[in-house]
C-alpha cells in the first residue's frame, strides 16, 4: 500500500498507557427462511417432436411406441396427445389442461380438454443478443423470414433486445408490420437503456382494455415477490397488444386471462432480468435468457424462444447459471431456438486463436470473485495460469447445447435460413404432449436427466434433456442455493469456518441510498481436494448473501459460485488469498439486517453470519458514508476503465478490512476511508476524528479535507500508526461539520499485540 499517498497526518491528543480487551457486541440472531415453495406433485409435461428420416413431421404416434426415462428409470406415462395449432387430438390415455414441466399441482384440475378443442396460443419470444453490424444483418434477415413465413393469427410474438440489460422492443403481437420494424429497430445498434420503463407506464402497459372489453389487471403474481426489485430503471420501448377479435361470454374472459398473463411475462420478465444484472457483475446474456423462460413459466402450452446470438460464452463461475436455464425452460415448457447469426463466416472455431482464448481465460479468471464494477485483483484468488481449461471454448457449440437441451435446434453456418424457418414454424404449430411422473420423487435439488425411446426405427425424436428438482416457486433458485437456504433456517446457525460479511452505505440516489455488500472467506481455512496423482486441487465454494428490512422482508438477495482448480503448486497462493462477493443496491433509509451464508460444496462445512446496520435518511445538510477500517489498496491496472465504484481511489481500489482483530505487530498503520458529501452552498465542511476507548476520547485529529471531484464528492482517506494505541478495543468517530450541522459515522475494531 502506498501510505504516503493515501495517508492523512493524525495529530494524537491523547493516549492511555493501559488496556482491557472488549468484544465487539454482536447483532442478535434474525429469522430467515429459504423462498416460499408451492406445495405440489411430482408429475411433468414434456413435449415432444416427431419426425421421419426426411424430416417430415409424424403424426401417427400412439403411447405405446414411447418410453420415457428419468435418471434412466422408466416413468409412468399418465396421458399422451397431439397438439396442434387449430385442435388437440387425443392420442391415448385422457390429457390434462397444459402445465410447467416441473413438479405441478395435480394434473386434471381445471379439467380435460375435449377432442377437437381449441390448442393454446403458439407463444414466441425473439431475442437479440449483442450483436455486430454485420451478424445484426443476418439476424434480421431471419428474424424477418420467420414473421412473414411462420406467424398468423393464432401465433404471439414479441422482440427483446440484450445490451446493458434486458429490454422489451415489442409486445406480444401478431400484426407483422409491428414486428418487423421492432426486429428493425432491435438490430439498429441501439441500446434501449435511453427509455426508462417507469412504474407508470408498466402499469399503463397492463391496463390495455381488450376487444372483450374487460380491462388488464396485474396477474396474482405481480402482487409483489420480496425478492424482486421494482421496475425503476428497466427500459422498454412501447408495448403493442395484441388483438383477439370480436369475442363474448366464456371465451372473452379466458382471452384476457390469456392475454393479462402475456403482459405479466414481458413485466416479470424485465423485473427479474433486472435484479438478476444486479446480482451479477457485467452484462452476461445469460441472466436475460434466465429471465425471460422462467417468466413466461405460467402461460399454457409449449412456448418458442428464439436466440439471435454471435455465440454463447460461458466461464466456469457461470457453469451452473446456464444449466439453470436450461432446467428452467425445461420446467416452463420453453423450446429455445439458437441462431448464430455469423452466418458462414462463423467464428466457432475460436479455440483456434490462442491469444483471444488467454485473455478470455484471464477475464474468466477474474470473474470469479466478482466486484461491483471491475474485475477482482489477482491477489484475492489465484486461479490456475491454464485457464484455457476453464473455459468452455466453442461458442457455437454452446448454442447447441443450449438449443438441444430445450427441445429446440441450433441453425448455425448459413446465410439462407428459409429451410431452418420453415422447420422452425412446424416445431411450433405441431407437438406430442406427454404427463408422466417420475420413478423417484424428491425435490433434492438433484439434475434428472430426461430420456426417450420410440418402438420405431423410422422416427427421431427432439425433446428436453433434464431439469434441477426444486420445488415450485416464483422466484428464480439456483441449485446451489438452495443447501445456503436451508442452513440459514437452521435453529443452530452453523460456523464450521470463517468468513466476514459487511454492509457500507455511500451517497443517496433517486432509488435510494447506495449500499455495498461485501462477504469475504479467507480460503485459508477451506479444505481442498488434493489429487497427487495429478498433481491439482480442486474445491467448490458457495456464497449467499440475503438483506432484509425491518420487517424481516427480504429486498435483496445475491450468491455466487466459486469453482476453485488448478495446479498443486498454486495451491499455497490461493490459500492466501480471499473469496470476494461485492455487490450494490439502493436501498431505502431504514433498518436492515445482513444475512450471510457460505458453503464447501466438497465437505459440507458451512459458516453463517448475521449483523444489522442502519441505512441514514437523506438531507439538506453534509452527508457521511460508512466508515471502514482499510485493510490494503491494490493498484488497478493503467487502462482500467472509468467507473463509479466508490471503493476506488488515486489508481487503487480500497480493500476494507470487515471484522476480526487487527494485529498491532502486522499492520503498521490503521488506515480509514469514507465518503464525504459537502452540503452545497454552505461555509467550508471541517472533519474531525476521534479515537475513543471505554467511552473515553483517545485520540483526536482534525485532517485537512481533500478536494472535491466533479460532482463535489470527495473520497477522505487517513490513518495513524498502530503503535500510537495499545492493545484493546476501540471505536472510531469520524465527523463532518458545516456550520451548524453535523454528520457522524464510526466504526469499531480489536487491535491485538
Known amino acids: 500500500m502506498r501510505h504516503a499517498a493515501l495517508l492523512a497526518s493524525v495529530v494524537l491528543l491523547a493516549s492511555t498507557a493501559n488496556a482491557t480487551s472488549g468484544a465487539r457486541p454482536q447483532a442478535p440472531p434474525a ?26 413431421p409424424v403424426r401417427d404416434l400412439k403411447a405405446e411406441d414411447l418410453q420415457v426415462l428419468e435418471n434412466d428409470q422408466r416413468c409412468e406415462i399418465r396421458s399422451f396427445r397431439l397438439v396442434e395449432s387449430e385442435s388437440v387430438l387425443e392420442a391415448g390415455a385422457v390429457g390434462a389442461v397444459p402445465a410447467p414441466v416441473a413438479p405441478v399441482e395435480p394434473p386434471g384440475a381445471a379439467g380435460a380438454p375435449t377432442v377437437g378443442s381449441p390448442a ?19 439476424a434480421a434477415r431471419a428474424a424477418g423470414d420467420f414473421v412473414e413465413h411462420g406467424v398468423d393469427a393464432r401465433t ?31 438490430t439498429s445498434g441501439k441500446d434501449f437503456k435511453d427509455r426508462p420503463l ?34 425503476q430503471g428497466v427500459t422498454a420501448a412501447p408495448a403493442t397488444a395484441p388483438s383477439p377479435g370480436t369475442v363474448s361470454g366464456s371465451a372473452a374472459d379466458g382471452l384476457v386471462a390469456v392475454e393479462r398473463m402475456r403482459l405479466a411475462v414481458a413485466a416479470n420478465a424485465l423485473r427479474m432480468a433486472d435484479s438478476l444484472q444486479r446480482q451479477a457483475e457485467g452484462n452476461w446474456s445469460l441472466y436475460p435468457l434466465l429471465a425471460l423462460v422462467k417468466a413466461q413459466g405460467a402461460l399454457p402450452g409449449r412456448k418458442t424462444l428464439v436466440f439471435f446470438s454471435p455465440g454463447l460464452q460461458v466461464p466456469p463461475n457461470l457453469q451452473d447459471v446456464f444449466r439453470t436455464i436450461v432446467s428452467e425452460a425445461n420446467r416452463a415448457n420453453v423450446s429455445v431456438y ?56 466453442n461458442v457455437q457449440q454452446t448454442l447447441s447445447d443450449l438449443a438441444e437441451g430445450t427441445g429446440g435446434f441450433l441453425v448455425a453456418n448459413a446465410n439462407d435460413f428459409g429451410k431452418s424457418v420453415d422447420r422452425l414454424a412446424a416445431d411450433i404449430r405441431g407437438y406430442y404432449e406427454i404427463r408422466y411422473v417420475p420413478a423417484v420423487v424428491s425435490f433434492d435439488g438433484s439434475y434428472r436427466r430426461i430420456g426417450l425411446k420410440v418402438a420405431r426405427k423410422d422416427v427421431t425424436l427432439q425433446s428436453r434433456r433434464g431439469y434441477f428438482a426444486l420445488p415450485p416457486s416464483d422466484q428464480i433458485v439456483l441449485p446451489y442455493e438452495m443447501p445456503l437456504f436451508l442452513a440459514l433456517s437452521a435453529p443452530t446457525p452453523a460456523h464450521d469456518f470463517a468468513h466476514q460479511a459487511a454492509a457500507m452505505h455511500f451517497a443517496p440516489g433517486p432509488e435510494g441510498v447506495e449500499t455495498a455488500v461485501v462477504v469475504e472467506v479467507p480460503l485459508a481455512t477451506v479444505e481442498f481436494v488434493v489429487d497427487q496423482k495429478k498433481k491439482t486441487f480442486a474445491q467448490r465454494l458457495t456464497t449467499l448473501a440475503v438483506l432484509k428490512d425491518a420487517t424481516g422482508r427480504v429486498v435483496e438477495r445475491f ?15 490461493v490459500k492466501r488469498s480471499n473469496a470476494v462477493l461485492r455487490r450494490f443496491v439502493p436501498l431505502a433509509p431504514g433498518a436492515y439486517t445482513l444475512e450471510t451464508a ?156
Open 31 to 56: 429469522p430467515t427462511g429459504p423462498p416460499q415453495f408451492r406445495s405440489g406433485t411430482a408429475v411433468v409435461l414434456l413435449d415432444v417432436i416427431a419426425r421421419d428420416r426426411k424430416g417430415r
Open 156 to 186: 404471439q410474438v414479441a422482440v427483446f433486445k440484450i445490451g446493458t440489460g434486458l429490454a422489451l422492443v415489442q409486445g406480444f403481437t401478431s400484426e407483422k408490420a409491428p414486428l418487423l420494424q421492432a426486429i428493425e429497430a432491435a
Open 338 to 393: 439458437t441462431v448464430d447469426a455469423r452466418g458462414l463466416q462463423s467464428r466457432a472455431d475460436i479455440a483456434a486463436s490462442g491469444a483471444a482464448l488467454r485473455e478470455a481465460a484471464m477475464t474468466s479468471m477474474t470473474q470469479q470473485t466478482k466486484s461491483a464494477n471491475d474485475p477482482t485483483t489477482v491477489q484475492e484468488m489465484q486461479i490456475m495460469d491454464t485457464a484455457e481449461t476453464s473455459l468452455t471454448l
Open 120 to 138: 393454446p396460443l403458439n407463444v414466441v419470444t425473439l431475442v437479440f443478443d449483442r450483436l455486430s453490424l454485420e451478424d445484426s444483418r443476418l
Open 559 to 573: 450468491s455466487d459460485e466459486y469453482p476453485l482448480s488448478g495446479p498443486l503448486d498454486h495451491l499455497d497462493a
Open 198 to 231: 417507469t412504474a407508470e407506464a408498466l402499469r399503463a402497459s397492463r391496463d390495455v382494455t381488450l376487444a372483450a372489453g374487460t380491462p388488464v389487471q396485474p396477474a396474482a403474481s405481480d402482487a409483489g415477490d420480496a425478492s424482486q426489485p421494482s421496475t
Open 598 to 753: 457460505s458453503q464447501v460444496k466438497g465437505t459440507g462445512k458451512t459458516s453463517i453470519e448475521r449483523a444489522t446496520f442502519e441505512v441514514p435518511a437523506a438531507g439538506s445538510g453534509p452527508q457521511l458514508s460508512s466508515l471502514c477500517l482499510l485493510r490494503r489498496a491494490d493498484p488497478l491496472p493503467a487502462d482500467a476503465p472509468p467507473s463509479d465504484d466508490p471503493f476506488r481511489y488515486e489508481g487503487s481500489r480500497l480493500v476494507p478490512h470487515l471484522s476480526g482483530p487487527v494485529s498491532r505487530a502486522a499492520t503498521p498503520n490503521l488506515s480509514f476511508f469514507a465518503r464525504v458529501y459537502p452540503a452545497a452552498d454552505a461555509e467550508p465542511a471541517r472533519l474531525t476524528l476521534d479515537f475513543v476507548r471505554d467511552g473515553k476520547i483517545v485520540g483526536r485529529a482534525q485532517p485537512p479535507l481533500p478536494a472535491a471531484d466533479a460532482s463535489g464528492r470527495i473520497a477522505y482517506v487517513g490513518g495513524v500508526p498502530s503503535s500510537s494505541f495499545p492493545p484493546g478495543a476501540y471505536e472510531v468517530r469520524l465527523t463532518l461539520a458545516q456550520g451548524a450541522e453535523k454528520a457522524t459515522q464510526s466504526t469499531r475494531f480489536d487491535l491485538v499485540p
